[in-house]
């Protein structure tokens, strides 16, 4: 187990390299680039060659890659140009960055909570109508763009009803404690559970819509797997044996079925973070894809590059997990 983790951690590192050239270049070839970003398109040519000598852009572009290499290892990605202007682009990734992941991590729970479960009750029942609906709602789950489900559920249980919070991470007139900057763990840490609570609350609608579509992919990769386990010869000759039906669906067949659907959930993470963009916005959670957003908009590409970044490392960490827990489940692949 141990050689096997570390050759990935090795292809880890590989990784990370080459998205820092992808990103370095990507920055370059956009139309201006950080210069019209920082002067603005009407800027006279001495201006623009003036802030080029002072960024090194001038210089060979493998001196350029090296120096981002340098400024990125110690966390200088410059200052934020239109996001939080004058503030430093990797304060405003750390500030934001808990609200994208505590709606996230709600949204991927919501998803695999519900998602596995009914794909293996879907598999068990299968042509039953429990099994046609659940399909349905899985293809209406897919089918249906984040920001569509996330103003429906806005318009319907805030608006319309008025049970759950419009907008926001919090009601503005709790006086919370800020420890971590995750809401929740922040009013579970300082026993002030009201306002753990109304952060939930908050936190319900916009988890719900991003968790839609992880969801019905989950629950579609679970069905499919536990109809493919299910009729093997090593179940078949489980039951012969004698084993109970719960030891057969635990150790035989969901055990079996869990490695596509282990991957599926390490993919639909990066999808968490791309339907973040649209669901905070929505919503008005000042995370890391609402910051993403007003980048684009503002040509901040600061900020863009260090969330773009560190995007990309969650992602490959969140992989990695994914390849550790394979050979957690099957032992065979920690010898390939």
Do not use: C
């Amino acid at each position: 187990m141990l050689r096997f983790t570390v050759r990935r951690l090795a292809q880890l590192v590989l990784v990370v390299v080459v998205l820092s050239m992808l990103l370095f270049g990507w920055l370059r070839l956009l139309p201006g680039g950080p210069v019209s970003a920082l002067l603005g398109d009407r800027a006279t040519p001495e201006a623009r060659a003036q802030l080029e000598a002072q960024l090194g852009m001038d210089q060979p572009l493998i001196v350029q890659y090296w120096k981002f290499l340098e400024r990125a290892v110690s966390g200088d990605f410059g200052t934020s140009t239109g996001v939080q202007r004058g503030t430093p682009a990797l304060e405003v990734f750390l500030t934001r960055f808990p609200a994208t992941l505590e709606l996230s991590i709600l949204a991927l729970l919501l998803a695999v909570a519900v998602g596995v479960p009914l794909g293996y009750l879907a598999a068990r029942r299968r042509g039953t109508w429990l099994d046609n609906l659940t399909i349905t709602s899985s293809l209406v789950g897919v089918a249906v763009p984040v920001f569509f489900s996330a103003f429906l559920l806005k318009y319907v249980f805030a608006i319309e009803l008025g049970v759950l919070p419009v907008s926001g991470r919090q009601d503005t007139g709790i006086d919370a404690t800020r420890v971590t900057g995750f809401y929740i763990l922040d009013g579970l840490l300082t026993r002030e559970f009201d306002a753990a609570w109304n952060a939930l609350v908050h936190l319900v609608l916009p988890a719900i819509a991003l968790a839609t579509i992880p969801f019905a992919v989950i629950f579609r990769i679970t069905r499919a797997a536990v109809l493919d386990v299910v009729d093997e010869d090593y179940v078949r000759t489980a039951r012969a044996k004698g084993l109970s039906a719960m030891v057969v669906r635990t150790r035989h067949v969901l055990h079996n079925a869990m490695l596509p659907v282990v991957t599926t959930i390490g993919l639909q993470t990066g999808a968490l973070l791309a339907g973040a963009v649209l669901t905070e916005r929505v919503f008005n959670i000042s995370g890391i894809g609402q910051a993403v957003a007003i980048g684009f908009q503002r040509k901040d590409f600061p900020v863009l590059q260090v969330v773009i970044l560190a995007a990309a490392m969650v992602y490959v960490l969140v992989n990695l997990l994914v390849d550790l827990t394979y050979a957690l489940i099957d032992p065979r692949l920690r010898t390939r």
